[in-house]
Nanobody
Framework: QVQLVESGGGSVQAGGSLRLSCAAS????????LGWFRQAPGKEREGVAV??????????DYVDSVKGRFTISQDAARNTLYLEMNNLKAEDTAMFYC?????????????????WGQGTQVTVSS
């Protein structure tokens, strides 16, 4: 059973930066695809960034609204997924979730993912 634990959320002013971490455990074979999703109050959960967990070069994808500002990466040796967030905007305020799947379809589609963390809150003030 894959277990995911997020950390690194907090409150920052617009233009600031945060780095989210997701510690993964409980598996023998590393999930094929890992991702970050977010859910703002009153809105549906949306995909933010995904990365293929195996092999090189690593495939990554981002939702348009974060391209050029967010970077997804992983440390396979530490079983940790990261999301570096720069130039944060008020509209980035949300609960951020780490997710994983063994599906070979690595995309921002929520239904592809079947393992989820509890989330970490990111609040950006303008």
């Amino acid at each position: 059973q894959v277990q995911l634990v997020e950390s690194g959320g907090g409150s920052v002013q617009a233009g600031g930066s945060l780095r989210l971490s997701c510690a993964a455990s409980g598996y023998t074979y590393r999930p094929y695809c890992l991702g970050w999703f977010r859910q703002a109050p009153g809105k549906e959960r949306e995909g933010v960034a995904v990365i293929v967990g195996r092999g090189t070069p690593q495939y990554v994808d981002y939702v348009d609204s974060v391209k050029g500002r967010f970077t997804i990466s992983q440390d396979a040796a530490r079983n940790t997924l990261y999301l570096e967030m720069n130039n944060l905007k008020a509209e980035d305020t949300a609960m951020f979730y780490c997710a994983a799947t063994y599906s070979f379809t690595c995309s921002l589609v929520i239904t592809n993912f079947n393992y989820w963390g509890q989330g970490t809150q990111v609040t950006v003030s303008s």
